[in-house]
């Protein structure tokens, strides 16, 4: 079965950056597009990005011109760079894939708070 580890998260300051990452077991993200979603207190749960096979990215509009998703097929991994973080980016962020899900992974906390 798929496993997917995310990390990177933390506390940051409002205009902060911070860089996710999600490593995947497999040759999962090497055969199918990546998605990061997140989770905020008492919401439900929403895809903030995806990037495809093919590298068509797509963006949520409150995170658009902020955050870039990327892939690295050689290290299974997908990434996500966080600029000019705001608090209501705050959430418990999980990686998967895009359209095929595999088991949820534990998710890493990212909290915007001065």
């Known amino acids: 079965q798929v496993q997917l580890m995310e990390s990177g998260g933390g506390l940051v300051q409002p205009g902060g950056s911070l860089r996710l990452s999600c490593a995947a077991s497999?040759?999962?993200?090497?055969?199918?597009?990546a998605a990061w979603y997140r989770q905020a207190p008492g919401k439900e749960r929403e895809m903030v990005s995806h990037?495809?096979?093919?590298?068509?990215?797509n963006y949520a509009d409150s995170v658009k011109g902020r955050f870039t998703i990327s892939k690295d097929n050689a290290k299974n991994t997908v990434y996500l760079q966080m600029n000019s973080l705001k608090p209501d980016d705050t959430a418990v962020y999980y990686c998967?894939?895009?359209?095929?899900?595999?088991?949820w992974g534990q998710g890493t906390q990212v909290t915007v708070s001065s």
């Open positions: 998967n894939g895009q359209s095929i899900l595999a088991t």
């Open positions: 497999g040759s999962f993200f090497r055969l199918y597009g």
């Open positions: 990037i495809t096979r093919g590298g068509y990215t």
